[in-house]
């Protein structure tokens, strides 16, 4: 009989840990419907205890989203896993509290100040409190692949007899090898008397470019849970990449009869909505779902997948998601086909937000002829930051030209107050950033702008992404439009809106600094 491999999805947790990757709670919400279609089986949600937002976010798409089971991540203490277990309680029984502590020599020196002991006795108590608090338990030891193997075996036990389902072996700091790493798995399930009564999971990070490959090791030694992020996104260099794991078990199901419950094609399109809503763009050769991933580019290559398909490629870019019927909509389309498109892009419409989306739709099939998916996703990524605009760009006019100093005058709404500014710069996109930024406070510093065409054509949206760091806070934001100038400014404003103490400056003197 063929296995079934449980994924875990950590990109709202692990991954919004990359820097500059962190999300705002409708951003997540939307992240989570798009997973729960996609078809994985654990969404980790976040770290509650982390911040408010972190628990609200957690608790939202505990209750609003179907189908996986919704985890919360907590340090192995009371306080952590009391809050974890509010925000995962709408889920019910489908609610799962991840608790973890590090098992290492050197995180426990260290990092915790614990001795061995110390460090088991807390692990029992932190798996036995969320047992009384949730469905569902599973503990990590974190560093494992750093940790001796005998401790390893003895706080696996326990924690197992405490009431731990799932057991996560992770190699937090992406050290190990694949042989080591699939014989860790090994041992640890052929050591650990009572290691029939619970999963085996694995969680590998990606320093040495290893995780895919010390993840599938993990699952010929008989792991049964893959934790991994879409587009490997995650601390540091990431976490194992879900679409990779998902493709070769897939596509070598000759060698793994292992089955996993991803509908594979909704890979690219949630991979497309993780970048769009992270900023962090997909590299072109990105196995899976990098823009080249299925392009070939020379004669001899192209003569042989136009002769046979499979000479040249060994899955279709269809059963990923890749279609190439991209053209979906223009502007006579209806409601109800736009509904429908948003549906097989996983986004459910309700009839108040059909309504506003409609509205984006139309403003944008006005000059744009050809609506894409990338165009739909991007029209939710414009209106999902309607929820906490706090400036609202009124107007924008850039003028610039061979041997002319840019300019760019703005009108802005700052919480119900029209201001206006003028600015020249290096360009018409550095004069407006000038003028946005001379009527606000903070304003943070530029630390990423970029800049892609959603699609092809020279109608085609420009989609920017703008980070801006603010002391500690890192923040990103997205803006969409015909307009290269209107689409910078948008995401500036999008970035700006979300700096918690932004306000407007009290002296505002028309600017026009150079
Ligand atoms: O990398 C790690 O060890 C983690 C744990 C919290 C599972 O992210
Ligand atoms: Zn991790």
Redesign the pocket.
Same mark, same amino acid.
Request: aromatic share 6%.
């Given at each position: 009989m063929t296995d079934r491999l449980y994924i875990f999805d950590?990109t709202l947790?692990?991954g919004e840990q990359s820097p500059g990757c962190s999300m705002n709670i409708d951003e997540k919400l939307r992240v989570a419907h798009a997973l729960a279609t996609l078809g994985v089986d654990v969404i980790e949600a976040g770290f509650p205890i982390a911040s408010p937002g972190d628990f609200e976010a957690v608790h939202r798409i505990a209750s609003e989203v179907k189908g996986p089971c919704i985890a919360g991540?907590a340090r192995a203490a009371r306080r952590d896993i009391e809050r974890a277990a509010e925000a995962i309680k709408p889920a019910g029984e489908r609610g799962r509290i991840?608790t973890?502590i590090a098992t290492s020599p050197i995180h426990m020196q260290a990092k915790l100040r614990m001795s061995p002991e110390q460090v088991v006795e807390r692990a029992i108590e932190a798996v036995r409190l969320a047992r009384a608090l949730a469905g569902e338990v599973e503990f990590?030891a !974190?560093?494992a692949g750093r940790s001796e193997m005998d401790f390893l075996c003895r706080i696996v036990e326990e924690t197992i007899k405490a009431g731990a389902k799932v057991i996560?072996i992770?190699d937090?700091v992406g050290y190990m090898t694949p042989d080591e790493f699939g014989q860790r798995i090994r041992t640890l399930i052929e050591r650990v008397p009572n290691a029939d009564q619970a999963i085996f999971s694995v969680?590998c990070?990606n320093d040495l470019g290893l995780a895919v490959a010390n993840s599938l090791a993990a699952v010929e030694n008989g792991a049964r849970q893959v !934790?991994c992020t879409i587009n490997g996104l995650g601390?540091r260099a990431g976490n194992a990449a879900l679409e990779e794991i998902v493709m070769i078990l897939r596509t070598r199901s000759d060698r793994y009869d292992i089955e996993t419950g991803i509908d594979t094609t909704r890979i690219v399109p949630t991979s497309r909505m993780v970048s769009q809503i992270t900023g962090m763009p997909i590299q072109p050769n990105k196995a899976i779902v990098g823009a080249n991933a299925f392009a070939h580019e020379s004669g001899i290559h192209q003569d042989g997948v136009l002769k046979h398909q499979k000479t040249y490629e060994i899955m279709t870019p269809e059963s990923v998601g890749w279609t190439t019927n991209r053209m979906v909509l223009g502007k006579h389309s209806g409601r109800a086909a736009l509904r429908a498109r948003y549906a097989a892009l996983g986004v459910e419409l309700d009839d108040n937000r059909l309504n506003d989306v409609f509205t984006r739709f139309k403003k944008l099939a006005d000059k744009k002829k050809d609506i894409f998916d990338e165009d739909l996703l991007a029209i939710l990524s414009d209106e999902s930051e309607v929820n906490v605009e706090r400036i609202k760009l009124v107007s924008l006019h850039a003028a610039s030209g061979t041997g002319d100093t840019p300019v760019a005058a703005v009108e802005l709404e700052i919480e119900g107050k029209l201001l206006k500014a003028t600015a020249e710069g290096d360009g018409p996109v550095d004069a407006a950033f000038k003028a946005i930024k001379s009527l606000v406070e903070p304003n943070g510093k530029l630390l990423l702008y970029s800049v892609n065409a959603i699609t092809s054509g020279t109608d085609a949206q420009g989609e920017v992404t703008v980070r801006l760091q603010d002391g500690n806070r890192i923040v990103n934001g997205q803006g969409a439009d015909t307009d290269i100038v209107v689409a910078s400014a948008k995401a500036l404003i999008s970035a700006l809106n979300k700096l918690p103490d932004m306000h407007a400056k009290v002296v505002h003197a028309q600017y026009s600094g150079v």
């Open positions: 950590t947790r692990d991540l991840h973890f990590s !974190e560093d996560n992770p937090t969680h990070h !934790e601390e």
